[in-house]
Structure formats: C-alpha cells, structure tokens
C-alpha cells in the first residue's frame, strides 16, 4: 500500500469558507474522503498549519518513509528557502499543488522558492489538483 502525505499550509483549513470565488465552497476535509474513496490502495494522512516551521517538521517526519508527499505551502511557496530545502533534504518525492492558477493572478504568487526542489507542480485545477498530484504516484 502506497503511503501519501498532504500537506496544506496556511489558511486552508478554511477552505469552503475564504474567497469561496477563488477556492471553491468544499472544505478540504469533505475532498479528503472522497480521495480516500476514490485510492483505497492508498494510505492518504493529511496535516494542517498555519506555521512554517510545522511543516517543515512534518516534511522531515514523513520524508524518508512516506512513497510521496502532496504539499500546497500556500503563501509560504513565495517566501520560504526553509520549505525549499527541506524538500531538498528528504529522499521522498513531493509534488507542488495550488487551487487557483497562481500564474492569474498577483505578481508575487508568479515566483515560488519550492517548485525547483519539487517533483513536479499542478496549478488551477481547483481540488482536483490533489488528485492529479494522486495519479502523479501511481
């Protein structure tokens, strides 16, 4: 069984609720069952925060064991080095996700410090992302 980790950054845990217009009216918890459904070869954990350092230490926790790690850093894909190298530190392969297609809207979402240490990045699909990052490990 294929062990998957996603990781969301800050402020998903309100999604369903935050610019319903740009992320969509589901929580990232009603999404996660139907993965969980739909992949039921899979071992899917999810984690949330709102600190950078949580997940790095996540990433570290998870890095050497799990077969891939989905990870949307939220804002902290436009500023955080650490994130980058902790990708970078770690033998098992993470693919970037974003809800919206980043690249429509502010400059400063155009720049991510992650992609570059990142298996692969899938953008603007809305939750589907998630499950393109899914297919991406099997």
Avoid: W
Wanted: aromatic share 10%; with cysteine; net charge negative.
């Amino acid at each position: 069984m294929k062990k998957i980790q996603i990781i969301n950054g800050p402020n998903l845990n309100l999604l369903g609720k935050r610019e319903p217009t740009v992320y969509g009216n589901s929580s990232f918890e009603g999404y996660l069952q139907q993965l969980k459904e739909k992949y039921p070869q899979c071992d899917i954990s999810y984690f949330q925060s709102n600190t950078e350092g949580e997940l790095i230490d996540k990433i570290h926790e998870v890095g050497f064991d799990f077969d891939g790690i989905i990870l949307n850093a939220g804002a902290y894909t436009h500023t955080s080095i650490a994130l980058h190298d902790a990708i970078k530190a770690v033998t098992t392969p993470v693919v970037e996700v974003h809800i919206s297609n980043v690249h429509t809207r502010e400059s400063f979402r155009h720049i991510s410090m992650i992609s570059a240490a990142c298996k692969g990045v899938i953008l603007g699909f809305g939750l589907e992302s998630y499950r393109l990052a899914m297919e991406s490990f099997l």
